[in-house]
């Protein structure tokens, strides 16, 4: 049973997410990794407003593929979550609703996400062929230097996805007991 | 002796095409492992995911473009024939143009950085390539290739173990690595170790290990049973495909070995996720 779901996300539709569920995504979600976290987690402790409004948003970490002509992005899967786990907190103070990546996440990030309200979702790693076909449109929002790691804005229709965390907690990561 | 000339420009070309292959079809070896993975993975979203990853390749393959968006950073084993001598250029800066072409011409995401520490700028052509020259006798230039994402790469680890340790450290550190790594390095892995050698020698081979084709066996059959019973045991940790749980958490473990020093074991693991690229090619 795959469940439909439209961003931006209600703190219901979030509720009613729970872990394991599979989902398809539509709607736009903003991109974001390794550099973006680090200058957005700067500004957020300076104080200083961000060059993107990410209240009530879906991040998605990844850095796409060029996109070869009559494509609208280049293959785009996800990149390992627990790189922004440092950053994550402070967004999700900040009103960012959901995330979307792949790999475990920190305790901190998961209580951060239950103090919130907020859900984690994995998308397939490797599968980034298959997930750009379920990316209509991009633009860039912010940090154009970055090239790949800037943030854009992505328009999705059916973008597959599981609940991987969800805003209770719950995970069916199988997390390793070696950390 | 005969002096073989080989003009640079065949050497970039000939790289160039080796970094869009691999980028754009993924090896028989790993379709094949895959789809027997699907076969007998006992979770159903494992299933599901491992079709999806099947379905991945496909796509990638009929409209050429790159099977994850991590394209990697270009590594190369070259067995350079003494006899071979470059006309036109250097051998080193073809290779490089070749990995530029690629994934400059290719759509491919350039993903190295000049500084690794201060100011990580991109070098906007993915290169410098990672050239690992070995000089044999000869007249031909063997170039065996890999693109290397840095999800797993990240996961990968080395222990100076000594003696002592036995086969049995050697089996722990291996197999306490891939928890370590869990969910993060996109499973069904491939997993590269290198055995014996130094430091650097041990990773070195670790690496090579991985651009083996995974339907290898190590020749020496203590090394062959090894890895067969290193899978098995791999596969009952239970991350499964993509790490939401299942029974096929990697695909294949490969090992390469070399002497060592009578007061050491070096043991290197290099984890590669399921899109384990590699080609080669003979000039």
Do not use: W
């Amino acid at each position: 049973m795959v469940k439909k779901i439209t961003l931006p996300l209600t703190d219901e539709a979030i509720k009613d997410l729970k872990a394991g569920d599979s989902v398809l995504i539509s709607g736009s979600m903003l991109t974001g990794r390794d550099a973006a976290h680090k200058r957005l987690f700067e500004l957020i402790e300076k104080g200083e407003s961000l060059p993107v409004e990410i209240e009530g948003e879906v991040i998605y970490y990844v850095g796409p593929a060029p996109a070869k002509p009559g494509h609208a992005v280049g293959p785009a899967g996800p990149t390992s979550s627990y790189r922004m786990d440092k950053y994550t907190p402070a967004l999700l103070d900040r009103g960012l609703k959901g995330m979307i990546g792949k790999g475990a996440r920190n305790r901190e990030v998961i209580d951060s996400m239950i103090k919130n309200g907020c859900v984690y979702f994995a998308a397939i790693g490797g599968a980034a062929a298959l997930i750009s076909r379920s990316i209509k449109k991009a633009e860039t929002l912010a940090y154009e230097d970055l090239g790949t790691e800037a943030i854009y804005r992505f328009y999705v229709e059916d973008f597959p996805a599981i609940v991987a965390i969800d805003s209770k907690g719950n995970s069916i990561l199988v997390q390793s007991d070696k950390h | 002796m005969e002096i073989r000339k080989i003009d640079a420009a065949v050497v970039t070309e000939t790289v160039k095409k080796l970094y869009l292959d691999m980028n754009y079809h993924i090896g028989d070896d790993i379709l094949t492992a895959l789809k027997k993975a699907s076969e007998t993975e006992s979770s159903p979203i494992g299933r599901n995911v491992l079709s999806q990853l099947i379905e991945n390749n496909k796509i990638a393959s009929d409209e050429e473009i790159p099977i994850c968006q991590d394209t990697g950073m270009a590594v190369l084993f070259v067995e350079y024939g003494d006899r071979v001598v470059i006309e036109n250029g250097s051998f080193e800066e073809a290779v490089q143009q070749g990995v530029r072409s690629a994934y400059i011409d290719g759509y491919l995401r350039k993903s190295v950085v000049r500084d690794p520490v201060f100011d990580r700028i991109n070098t906007k052509d993915n290169t410098p390539a990672i050239i690992y020259t070995t000089i044999v006798p000869g007249d031909k230039i063997h170039i065996l290739a890999g693109c290397k994402g840095f999800g797993s790469e990240n996961m990968s680890a080395i222990k100076m173990l000594t003696p002592s340790a036995g086969i049995e450290g050697v089996k722990k550190f291996i197999l306490d690595t891939v928890a370590y790594a869990g969910p993060n390095p996109c499973p069904p892995i491939v997993v590269g170790v290198g055995l014996g050698g130094t430091f650097e020698k041990a990773a070195m081979l670790a690496k090579k290990a991985t651009l083996r084709p995974i339907d290898s066996k190590n020749p020496d059959k203590r090394y062959s049973e090894l890895e067969y019973e290193l899978l098995s045991e791999i596969n009952t940790m239970g991350f499964g495909p993509a790490g939401l749980g299942g029974s096929n958490t990697a695909l294949g473990v490969n090992i390469e070995v070399f002497p060592t020093h009578i007061a050491g074991m070096p043991v290197a693991v290099n984890i590669c996720c399921h899109a384990a690229r590699h080609k080669e090619a003979e000039i």
